[in-house]
Every structure is written in structure tokens, then in C-alpha cells.
């Protein structure tokens, strides 16, 4: 078992920055790949970014691409999602993700562990 606890969240204006961590205990996460998923009121939740197990591949959602930065700290057992020039449209839940195996992972029915959310709001 791999438990996920995401912080960071809050309220920014458009254009800021926030930083969302996801600390993860357990089982070794260092070997899992992770990703950033989000949702939005009355949406389903989207894919934003994933990283694989070493931190070296990365992929992120078109929506996002250029702006956000998806990291990790495998000695700190630490996740983070960089959000720069932020957007209303941003706006969501946004919650961390691991899965056990080595390789970037897009698809979301294949996480086995997620955090439990914390809110991103981006006034206009």
C-alpha cells in the first residue's frame, strides 16, 4: 500500500504560481511512476502530467504543456507539481496519483493510489 497526501493548494490570481507537493509513505515509491490528475465542478476528472519512477520522462496534457512542471524527490518520497502562469480555467481539485510500474502512465483507470485532493482557485 502506498498512502498519498497532497498540499499546496490555495487561492492565486491569474498569472501567479502555486507549488503542490504529494508526500507519499508506504511501499517504495521511488520505483512507482506518479501523475497529477484534476477536476473541475461539474467535469470529469482530466489527466494533467505523469513522471516516471527515475524522474526523467515526463508527459503532460496539452492544456498545461509549457506552464506546469511535474517533479520528484525520491529521497524525500516527495511528488511536485509546479504551476506557473495560472488561469481561471485552472481551477479544479487537483489530486496525485501513483501506480506500480516504472513507465510514464496516461491513462487513469491504471493508478492503483490517489491522494485525496487539495483546491486550486485562480481568480480572474
Known amino acids: 500500500q502506498v498512502q498519498l497526501v497532497e498540499s499546496g493548494g490555495g487561492l492565486v490570481q491569474a498569472g501567479g504560481s502555486l507549488r503542490l507537493s504529494c508526500a507519499a509513505s508506504g511501499r517504495t515509491f521511488s520505483t512507482y511512476a506518479m501523475g497529477w490528475f484534476r477536476q473541475a465542478p461539474g467535469k470529469e476528472r482530466e489527466f494533467v502530467a505523469t513522471?516516471?519512477?527515475?524522474?526523467?520522462?515526463?508527459y503532460y496534457a496539452d492544456s498545461v504543456k509549457g506552464r506546469f512542471t511535474i517533479s520528484r524527490d525520491n529521497a524525500k518520497n516527495t511528488g511536485y507539481l509546479q504551476m506557473s502562469s495560472l488561469k481561471p480555467e485552472d481551477t479544479a481539485v487537483y489530486y496525485c496519483?501513483?501506480?506500480?510500474?516504472?513507465?510514464?502512465?496516461?491513462?487513469?483507470?491504471?493508478?492503483?493510489?490517489w491522494g485525496q485532493g487539495t483546491q486550486v482557485t485562480v481568480s480572474s
Open positions: 513522471i516516471d519512477w527515475s524522474g526523467t520522462t515526463t
Open positions: 496519483a501513483a501506480v506500480d510500474r516504472p513507465q510514464i502512465v496516461i491513462i487513469e483507470k491504471m493508478y492503483e493510489y
